[in-house]
Protein backbone atom coordinates (compact mmCIF):
# COMPACT_ATOMS: atom_id res chain seq x y z
CA UNK A 1 0.00 0.00 0.00
CA UNK A 2 1.26 3.38 -0.52
CA UNK A 3 -0.29 6.60 1.44
CA UNK A 4 -0.17 10.04 -0.55
CA UNK A 5 -0.86 13.31 1.05
CA UNK A 6 -1.61 16.73 -0.83
CA UNK A 7 -0.64 19.82 0.86
CA UNK A 8 -0.37 23.59 0.22
CA UNK A 9 -3.65 24.56 -1.11
CA UNK A 10 -5.88 28.00 -0.43
CA UNK A 11 -7.73 30.94 -1.84
CA UNK A 12 -5.54 33.01 -3.92
CA UNK A 13 -6.26 35.67 -5.97
CA UNK A 14 -6.19 35.25 -10.35
CA UNK A 15 -2.63 35.48 -10.85
CA UNK A 16 -1.09 34.54 -7.78
CA UNK A 17 0.90 31.78 -7.41
CA UNK A 18 0.37 28.59 -5.07
CA UNK A 19 2.79 25.75 -4.82
CA UNK A 20 1.29 21.89 -3.89
CA UNK A 21 3.29 18.93 -2.61
CA UNK A 22 2.67 15.35 -2.67
CA UNK A 23 4.29 13.30 -0.08
CA UNK A 24 4.18 9.15 -0.28
CA UNK A 25 4.32 6.99 2.31
CA UNK A 26 3.94 3.20 2.93
CA UNK A 27 5.28 0.60 0.46
CA UNK A 28 7.01 3.70 -1.81
CA UNK A 29 10.03 3.10 -4.18
CA UNK A 30 11.09 5.43 -6.37
CA UNK A 31 10.52 3.77 -9.69
CA UNK A 32 6.61 5.14 -9.94
CA UNK A 33 5.50 7.88 -11.90
CA UNK A 34 3.36 10.50 -10.01
CA UNK A 35 0.31 12.61 -11.75
CA UNK A 36 -1.90 15.56 -10.74
CA UNK A 37 -5.29 15.53 -11.26
CA UNK A 38 -8.29 17.94 -10.30
CA UNK A 39 -11.89 18.06 -9.84
CA UNK A 40 -14.45 20.98 -9.78
CA UNK A 41 -17.78 20.61 -8.57
CA UNK A 42 -20.33 18.70 -11.56
CA UNK A 43 -17.30 17.87 -13.51
CA UNK A 44 -14.95 15.07 -14.40
CA UNK A 45 -11.76 14.50 -12.72
CA UNK A 46 -8.85 15.93 -15.29
CA UNK A 47 -5.51 15.28 -15.87
CA UNK A 48 -3.18 18.14 -15.15
CA UNK A 49 0.15 16.97 -15.23
CA UNK A 50 3.16 13.62 -14.51
CA UNK A 51 6.13 12.95 -13.94
CA UNK A 52 8.10 10.35 -14.60
CA UNK A 53 10.17 8.24 -12.05
CA UNK A 54 13.61 10.33 -12.66
CA UNK A 55 11.84 12.94 -13.66
CA UNK A 56 13.25 12.67 -16.74
CA UNK A 57 10.31 13.12 -18.67
CA UNK A 58 7.08 15.67 -17.94
CA UNK A 59 3.39 16.02 -19.78
CA UNK A 60 1.53 18.79 -19.40
CA UNK A 61 -2.68 19.38 -20.15
CA UNK A 62 -3.06 22.08 -22.60
CA UNK A 63 -5.05 24.43 -20.29
CA UNK A 64 -1.31 24.59 -17.49
CA UNK A 65 1.20 24.12 -20.01
CA UNK A 66 3.57 27.24 -19.54
CA UNK A 67 2.09 27.90 -16.38
CA UNK A 68 2.33 25.34 -14.23
CA UNK A 69 5.43 22.97 -13.71
CA UNK A 70 6.01 19.32 -11.81
CA UNK A 71 8.60 18.15 -10.07
CA UNK A 72 10.10 15.52 -7.98
CA UNK A 73 12.27 15.20 -4.95
CA UNK A 74 12.83 11.24 -4.95
CA UNK A 75 15.31 11.14 -1.20
CA UNK A 76 11.96 13.52 -0.04
CA UNK A 77 9.42 10.92 -1.43
CA UNK A 78 7.83 14.08 -2.53
CA UNK A 79 6.40 15.83 -5.80
CA UNK A 80 5.62 19.77 -6.35
CA UNK A 81 3.33 21.16 -8.47
CA UNK A 82 4.33 24.75 -8.94
CA UNK A 83 1.34 26.78 -9.90
CA UNK A 84 1.70 30.58 -11.44
CA UNK A 85 -0.30 33.06 -12.54
CA UNK A 86 -3.20 31.22 -11.33
CA UNK A 87 -7.02 32.00 -12.92
CA UNK A 88 -10.36 31.19 -11.67
CA UNK A 89 -11.21 28.00 -13.42
CA UNK A 90 -8.23 26.45 -11.94
CA UNK A 91 -10.13 26.11 -9.09
CA UNK A 92 -10.71 22.09 -7.96
CA UNK A 93 -9.48 19.57 -5.86
CA UNK A 94 -6.33 18.55 -6.64
CA UNK A 95 -5.41 15.38 -6.09
CA UNK A 96 -2.01 13.49 -6.84
CA UNK A 97 -1.83 9.82 -7.73
CA UNK A 98 0.87 7.11 -8.54
CA UNK A 99 1.47 5.04 -11.83
CA UNK A 100 3.70 1.71 -12.07
CA UNK A 101 3.14 1.95 -15.52
CA UNK A 102 6.34 2.21 -17.97
CA UNK A 103 5.24 5.45 -19.62
CA UNK A 104 3.62 8.53 -17.98
CA UNK A 105 -0.15 8.87 -18.67
CA UNK A 106 -2.87 11.26 -18.70
CA UNK A 107 -5.56 8.86 -17.93
CA UNK A 108 -6.96 8.17 -14.18
CA UNK A 109 -7.05 4.77 -15.43
CA UNK A 110 -3.20 4.05 -15.43
CA UNK A 111 -3.02 5.47 -11.54
CA UNK A 112 -3.23 3.16 -8.45
CA UNK A 113 -2.67 4.58 -5.61
CA UNK A 114 -4.25 8.20 -5.09
CA UNK A 115 -4.54 11.15 -2.12
CA UNK A 116 -7.16 12.88 -0.74
CA UNK A 117 -7.02 15.80 -2.46
CA UNK A 118 -6.33 19.57 -1.79
CA UNK A 119 -8.27 22.78 -2.54
CA UNK A 120 -7.69 25.50 -4.81
CA UNK A 121 -9.89 27.94 -4.80
CA UNK A 122 -8.91 31.27 -6.96
CA UNK A 123 -10.87 34.53 -7.10
CA UNK A 124 -11.37 36.64 -9.47
Known amino acids: QVQLAESGGGLVQAGDSLRLSCAASGRTRSTYNLGWFRQAPGKEREFVTAISWSGGSTYYADSVKGRFTISRDNAKNTVYLQMNSLKPEDTAVYYC?????????????????WGQGTQVTVSS
Open 97 to 113: ATSSRGSISGSVHSYDY
